[in-house]
């Protein structure tokens, strides 16, 4: 059972930055995937970014040349770097993981779940 703690939201003026993190109970560099979510009030959880075990990386379009994802395999933590932030990013930010095969896109490709990270981005 993998644990995931993330950290480093808060409330950030538009076209701020925030970095936040994930950080897992165990060692998950070798064989399992990573991704970042969020979810705004009333809307349904939806991908932002991904990173596979072997370094591939995904991108939602709406964040692709803002946000970057980012691994670090010593330390079991993954990042999401988010740049130029707007007041549209506004929303509960999840870490996943998975150790399947899957597009790593999508909610359903992963089995484990953070409690979720606020960013507010104020206009």
């Known amino acids: 059972q993998v644990q995931l703690v993330e950290s480093g939201g808060g409330l950030v003026q538009a076209g701020g930055s925030l970095r936040l993190s994930c950080a897992a109970s165990e060692r998950t560099s070798s064989t399992y995937h990573m991704g970042w979510f969020r979810q705004a009030p009333g809307k349904e959880r939806e991908f932002v970014a991904s990173?596979?075990?072997?370094?591939?990386?995904y991108y939602a379009d709406f964040v692709k040349g803002r946000f970057t994802i980012s691994r670090d395999n010593a330390k079991n933590t993954v990042y999401l770097q988010m740049n130029s932030l707007k007041a549209e990013d506004t929303a509960v930010y999840y870490c996943a993981a998975t150790n399947s095969v899957a597009l790593v896109i999508r909610v359903y490709d992963y089995d484990y779940w953070g409690q979720g990270t606020q960013v507010t981005v104020s206009s």
């Open positions: 990173i596979r075990s072997g370094g591939r990386i």
